[in-house]
C-alpha cells in the first residue's frame, strides 16, 4: 500500500524506514483522535446534553408513571427536550419511522422482532365515583347495572377484554380522552369510572371522590417502555430510560 517496506531487520531488531517516521507523526493525531470518538461512546454527562427525545404515553401513564421522573430529569439535565404525545396511535409504526423514540402503555403479549420493552408498574383496578354517589361495597351484579364512565384506549381496553370474558359488558355513557376530564366530570354526576389504582388514587386529591376496590376479580394492569431495536444502544435515550425504571421501581 505504502509501496515501502516501512520496517527493516537491523541486526536483531526491527527498525522504522524514512516512510515509516513519516507516517507515524500523521498518524499520532488521526489515532488520538480515533480514540477520542471510541471513548465518547463510553459516557453520557446528563447536564451536557442538549437535543429533543419524543415520549408517546397516554395521560394516564404519564401522570402514574412519568410525572415525578421527568421533574427529576429537569434538573440534572436542564438542556434536554422532552416532546411528550398522548396520542398512542400507530405507536409502533411511528418508533419504527422515528417519528418517536419510546412508548409508555400497556402492550401486547408478544412484541414484534425488532422492539424491546421493560415493565414499569403493574396496578390492580379500582372503581372511582363521586363523593356524593356513596357507593361503597358493590356486587358484580351492581357493577354490571351501574352507568359508566370510560378512558378511551389503552388500558381500557384491557380493561373491557377482561370484563367480557367474565361476562360483565358495561352499560357506558360517557367516554372522555383522559383522566382529569373523565375524574372532574363523574366527580358531578353517578357514573363510575374504572381505572387503575395509582391513577385512582391520583384523582382522589383533586375532586369530590371516592375510591373503592373493583368488585369483580380482573388481572393488574401492566404499563411498558417499549422502544425500537436502534435505540438499544443510544446513550442519551438508554440514560432516559434507566431513569424512568429507576424512578419507578425506587
Known amino acids: 500500500m505504502f509501496r515501502d517496506q516501512l520496517l ?24 488520538r483522535r480515533i480514540r477520542e470518538i471510541v471513548d465518547s461512546g463510553e459516557r453520557f454527562e446528563p447536564s451536557e446534553f442538549d437535543g429533543t427525545i419524543s415520549i408517546a404515553a397516554t395521560e394516564g401513564a404519564t401522570i402514574a408513571v412519568l410525572g415525578d421522573v421527568l421533574s427529576k430529569i429537569a434538573t440534572v439535565a436542564p438542556r434536554i427536550r422532552i416532546r411528550l404525545s398522548n396520542d398512542v396511535e400507530d405507536a409502533y409504526v411511528r418508533m419504527r419511522s422515528g417519528d418517536i423514540d419510546m ?66 359488558n358495561r352499560r357506558v355513557m360517557w367516554e372522555f380522552p383522559g383522566l382529569i376530564s373523565a375524574a372532574s366530570i363523574v366527580s358531578c354526576t353517578n357514573l363510575v369510572l374504572t381505572v387503575p389504582e395509582a391513577l385512582g388514587l391520583k384523582a382522589e386529591p383533586l375532586f369530590p371522590l371516592t375510591v373503592f376496590p373493583m368488585p369483580i376479580s380482573v388481572p393488574p394492569v401492566t404499563l411498558t417502555l417499549v422502544w425500537h431495536a436502534r435505540h438499544q444502544g443510544d446513550r442519551a435515550q438508554s440514560w432516559l430510560r434507566d431513569q424512568i425504571v429507576a424512578g419507578i421501581i425506587r
Open 103 to 168: 412508548l409508555v402503555d400497556t402492550a401486547p403479549s408478544s412484541l414484534p422482532a425488532d422492539f424491546r420493552q421493560h415493565s414499569l408498574l403493574s396496578n390492580g383496578l379500582v372503581c372511582v365515583t363521586s363523593t356524593a354517589a356513596g357507593r361503597g361495597d358493590l356486587t358484580h351484579r351492581d357493577y354490571s347495572e351501574l352507568s359508566h364512565a370510560i378512558i378511551s384506549g389503552g388500558t381500557n381496553d384491557d380493561i373491557s377484554r377482561q370484563l367480557l370474558l367474565r361476562g360483565v
Open 8 to 31: 527493516v531487520r537491523s541486526g536483531n531488531e526491527m527498525v522504522p524506514t524514512r516512510r515509516a517516521i513519516e507516517l507515524s507523526n500523521d498518524l499520532t493525531d488521526t489515532l
